[in-house]
């Protein structure tokens, strides 16, 4: 499960007269959710399932009810005063052109451009007179923009060309083989997930696959994920499994990547999103085995470079917070330390024959060069407080790029050089969003247990201090992702019409390391929803808001998290708004991929202590009658096959039936749309016009 949208309401718009909520109104007539009680014994307690049956996803019963579910919400949303302006707003906020970093390959420099609302961006290049066409448009794939393209991977000589195409943001994808001259696809393979695209020479690249399910491939379970070589021209049925199906080979994740240099080829396995294997075999020497390097799970490591027939590889061994090692194949247990462990968080990158090691310093990047024998270069300057990414490229270049924002400011991409380490101004950002009418500070709350998490807290500048303000307070607080400070045009349009947005760094999230993950999972993580809950209640104590002008907000594992959140603590939001969220804790792991998340969440089967762990948070199971929830919009997509929509549709059919009080409980289901990627611009716009619509009216403004 490690990258969101911007006009200005006037400020009348959030101003008021006193606000009269459409959670006051009557309640909604909801369509009728058949109880069909299966019930599972977990050790020696039986759990009554009733609406078992829309996990059935593809069923005639489900696809009615799905439609009746829509068009009661679409009916509500579309009447919401607010919906047009926000939606006219959000569209100008995106209308602004937005390129990303160029890159060299063969003859050709690449770019990826979005001339403002296309659905998708066009990929161009430019060739050595500096002539621009358009290479790959994906936004001729389909006619509503939903077929997206990702992991565009070039052949050594920049002849050839692969990449995935994702159909309604479904993970199960295909891949094209392009010829750059002639810009025809002259070979294709199917029914690829969770792929990389790595070249091996001109001949074929490596990509990773799971068998075609049986049922329904966007919900069924897969857990035997294979490495295949795809030799170009030949069919997909000959390609020769090159790891994953020994008789110790059977992992729930595989990939393969080779070194730039063409030498040696990187195998990692796991079958859970934290830990893995690595194996590494040496592609020059004919006849060569694979060698074992990292022989367990117990902790990430991942190759970012090779040189001289070394390798050097960035892992959490030993080393909660990260450290680049140095070893050969020769000894692959003697690893050298490069760039040691440090009191922050580490990620590197390589380009022009150097490292370029970025640290969270209390979620706000500090970058530092260093040689490729670990000698420190310098500390790279930064425009200032915020987040910095890129510092990705080939050996053999002298420039890198990389983008620096913040929640108040757009993001500016920069071009440094490599020999003398300074930066100039690539590319300004064209966003029509005025970032010195904002302020974003950070602070630091206790949470429950006494445990100091920072927040980032984005409101403008002019905002009285008197009142409480529409607050969205954000969060995900898992898998070891890190809510680093980054510029989203959805949130600017929040911003712009008096809206606060607070975004705090929850335990289960990688800002602090492996101790922070850790720290929120499996029988830890009510860590995360009390560090969230404290959140609400700083916001809430410090005059920003109140419980009746806060909206609670996260998807996927922040979908678990709000769901959790306002299950336990209902009086502390107006607004709740879990998007494609892990809602069902004792099912999660039968569906597609599922399984993998067990070591932030642990599983029902695991043992009684974590099935009455999970029983207890479970979104699902912890809805009560009687209890009177806040207003609720529960979004999800018809392609999701990494969180299934029966989560969404099973929480929001417990909320229907057990709501006391008269705040409307809706869930908006998105056809053609899977778990984000690839989500075109015209859906965005949609997605979040009723988002924030939605919070206002239920805010009463």
Request: proline letters at 4%; one cysteine or more.
């Amino acid at each position: 499960m490690r990258g969101a949208v911007i006009l200005a309401f006037a400020s009348l718009l959030l101003a008021a007269c006193e606000p009269s909520p459409m959670n006051q109104k009557a309640p909604l007539e909801y369509p009728q959710t058949e109880q069909i009680p299966v019930a599972d014994v977990y050790f020696d307690t039986e759990v009554i399932d009733p609406y078992r049956w829309l996990e059935d996803d593809t069923s005639t019963a489900t696809t009615a009810w799905v439609d009746a579910q829509n068009a009661v919400t679409f009916d509500y949303l579309d009447a919401l005063p607010r919906k047009r302006e926000f939606s006219e707003r959000l569209s100008r906020l995106l209308d602004y052109e937005r390129e990303s970093a160029p890159f060299d390959e063969g003859e050709y420099t690449y770019f990826q451009r979005n001339s403002g609302l296309q659905n998708q961006a066009v990929i161009y290049r430019l060739n050595a007179a500096g002539e621009e066409s358009v290479f790959i448009d994906p936004n001729t794939f389909s006619e509503d923009g939903t077929t997206s393209i990702a992991a565009l991977s070039f052949s050594p000589s920049g002849s050839l060309a692969a990449y995935q195409k994702s159909e309604g943001g479904a993970d199960w994808r295909s891949v094209e083989v392009i010829d750059t001259e002639t810009l025809e696809v002259v070979d294709q393979i199917d029914d690829v997930k969770f792929s990389g695209l790595a070249w091996q020479g001109e001949t074929g690249f490596y990509y990773s696959r799971y068998d075609s399910p049986e049922g329904n491939e966007l919900t069924a379970k897969t857990d035997h994920h294979r490495l295949y070589f795809h030799v170009l021209g030949t069919a997909q049925s000959s390609d020769q499994v090159v790891f994953g199906d020994g008789a110790n080979e059977k992992y729930r994740y595989v990939s393969g990547s080779v070194t730039e240099d063409q030498q040696f080829l990187a195998i990692y396995a796991s079958n859970t999103t934290s830990g893995n294997r690595l194996f590494v075999k040496d592609l020059t020497a004919p006849g060569s085995k694979l060698v074992t390097v990292a022989a367990d799970e117990n902790a990430d490591v991942g190759v970012v470079f090779s040189k001289d027939g070394s390798l050097f590889a960035e892992t959490n061994r030993s080393a909660p917070n990260g450290r680049l090692v140095k070893f050969s194949l020769d000894a692959p247990e003697q690893w050298q330390d490069v760039i040691p462990e440090s009191d922050h968080v580490l990620n590197v990158s390589a380009a022009g024959g150097q490292f370029f090691a970025e640290y969270m310093v209390d979620v706000i990047s500090q970058v530092k060069q260093f040689s490729v024998d670990g000698e420190l270069v310098r500390e790279i300057a930064l425009p200032g407080p915020g987040d910095a990414a890129g510092f990705s490229g080939k050996a053999s270049d002298t420039t890198v790029y990389y983008t620096f924002d913040s929640y108040s400011t757009p993001s500016t991409l920069l071009k440094l050089d490599i020999s003398s380490g300074s930066s100039s101004i690539y590319r300004v950002s064209k966003a029509p969003f005025d970032s010195d009418a904002y302020v974003s500070k950070q602070i630091f709350y206790a949470s429950k247990d006494g445990t100091q998490v920072p927040m980032i807290i984005t409101h403008r500048a002019d905002l009285a201090a008197d009142k409480p303000h529409p607050t969205i307070l954000y969060g995900y607080g898992g898998f070891n992702i890190s809510l680093t400070p980054s510029f989203s045009s959805a949130m600017a349009a929040w911003l712009e019409a008096g809206g606060v947005y607070a975004v705090p760094n929850l335990r289960g999230g990688g800002e602090y390391g492996k101790v922070w993950h850790d720290a929120g999972t499996q029988t830890n993580k009510q860590n995360v929803f009390d560090d969230f809950i404290a959140a609400a209640e700083y916001l809430i104590a410090s005059g920003i808001t109140d419980s009746a002008h806060l909206a609670v907000r996260g998807g996927s594992n922040g979908g678990l998290l709000v769901g959790a959140v306002m299950t336990q603590r209902p009086d502390l939001m107006a607004v709740a708004l879990p998007a494609v969220g892990v809602l069902d804790m004792l099912r999660y792991h039968t569906f597609t991929a599922g399984a993998g998340w067990a070591y932030d969440y642990g599983t029902a089967e695991q043992s009684k202590e974590m099935f009455e762990y999970l029983l207890g948070y479970s979104p699902v199971h912890n809805v009560r009658a009687g209890t009177a929830y806040p207003a609720t919009l529960v979004t999800t997509s018809d392609h999701d096959d990494r969180v299934v929509p029966a989560h969404s549709f099973k929480f929001a059919a417990q909320l229907q039936a057990k709501q006391s009080g008269a705040a409307p409980v809706l869930i908006r289901i998105e056809k053609d749309a899977g778990h984000g990627a690839g989500t075109p611009t015209e859906k965005i716009v949609d997605q979040y016009a009723d988002s924030f619509a939605f919070a206002l009216a239920n805010m009463g403004r």
